[in-house]
């Protein structure tokens, strides 16, 4: 077997996001994935995926994630990513995902799989017709983080897990078939990675886990948020302070204050004498975050061929990178010599 050489790269690190396109983008999307990834193309070599192949492990119709597809990269657009900055594009127009894929199931135990968080939440509910995809998806998941030799994934509790099996399938490939990918490590966001359900503060927002009620979406209209938070679930005090434990309620406004305005929550509480007025400045400032990335989204939206050919080329900018990743992968298990 020919040896591989030892993977280098001179800074800036190479950065890799993915979102999938499975309902409308929120506000914890905006302030725990979408701003800090915008932040990072700054500093970092950054890449970002639309994972619709992620979106098929479950119950789904083909034209909503199609249109979903197109609105996340139109919402990315929008809330400030430049695809001169970062390579943005499709994970189904990149076939060396799928490639990848199967070359790293060949380094993955079935038991490692089943492991998986989503896996057991998801299968029971399906019980019936559980499709085989949900168990090997977080193998998809490793192949998209090591294809693009990505040194830094921003992760959320809820994918660490992930994040993990990426590290681990990395090691014993290398260990097994020489030098071939670059170990990633966790980025862990340290503003509002948590935002939660305004209706439920014990639960995480969500794209399609949440109600309607308790979510910001990034395109809901003025009247609408302030509705949504003038409605929010507090606590039974009635003093404002920033105590998430035993008050989640309040912590989770303060947090998303603390969000937009840039400024410490527990400063914040002292600010507001009552649940009303924190709710009022809450609404003014998620509205005023949100407001100049709707006109763009709308100003987008009016040329979506241009969303189309951003993704196409980002495609084509991925695809030198992603081929010889899955060249090296060949070579080392066996299949190139």
Do not use: W
């Not at 800090?36 to 639309?50: G, K, R, W």
Request: glycine share 6%; hydrophobic share 40%; net charge neutral.
């Amino acid at each position: 077997m020919t040896a591989t050489p030892t993977l280098t790269r001179t800074l800036p690190k190479r950065r890799l996001t993915g979102l999938k396109p499975t309902g409308h983008l929120h506000l914890g999307n905006l302030l725990g994935a979408i701003r800090p990834v915008v932040d990072a193309q700054y500093q970092a070599e950054t890449i970002v995926f639309l994972a619709d192949l992620h979106a098929l492990t479950v119950a789904h119709e083909p034209a909503r994630v199609r249109e979903l597809t197109l609105e996340q990269a139109t919402m990315l657009l929008a809330a400030g990513l430049d695809p001169d900055r970062a390579m943005l594009y499709v994970q189904s127009q990149l076939p060396e995902h799928t490639e990848l894929h199967f070359l790293l199931e060949c380094a993955t135990g079935v038991g490692e799989a089943q492991r998986m968080i989503q896996f057991k939440e998801k299968s029971p509910a399906q019980q019936q017709h559980v499709r085989l995809s949900l168990l090997t998806y977080p193998v998809l998941m490793t192949a998209d983080i090591l294809l693009h030799d990505a040194e830094e994934v921003p992760v959320g509790e809820d994918q660490s897990q992930h994040l993990e099996l990426a590290r681990d399938v990395a090691v014993r490939f290398n260990s097994r078939y020489g030098e071939t990918f670059t170990v990633p490590r966790a980025v862990h966001p340290e503003v509002a990675t948590r935002v939660m359900e305004l209706s439920d503060p014990t639960s995480k927002m969500g794209k399609t886990t949440s109600s309607d009620a308790g979510t910001i979406f990034l395109l809901d209209p003025p009247e609408v948020i302030r509705r949504k938070v003038m409605r929010a679930v507090t606590d039974s005090g009635r003093s404002v302070e920033y105590t998430p434990q035993t008050r989640p309620g309040v912590a989770n406004l303060l947090e998303i204050l603390s969000a937009c305005v840039d400024a410490p929550p527990d400063t914040l509480a002292a600010e507001y004498a009552t649940y009303s007025k924190l709710k009022r400045a809450v609404a003014e400032a998620v509205e005023g975050l949100l407001r100049p990335i709707q006109l763009r989204h709308a100003e987008l939206t009016r040329d979506p061929g241009f969303v189309r050919r951003v993704l196409a080329e980002g495609a084509e900018r991925a695809r030198d990178n992603a081929t010889d990743t899955v060249h090296r992968a060949k070579r080392a298990i066996g299949l190139l010599t």
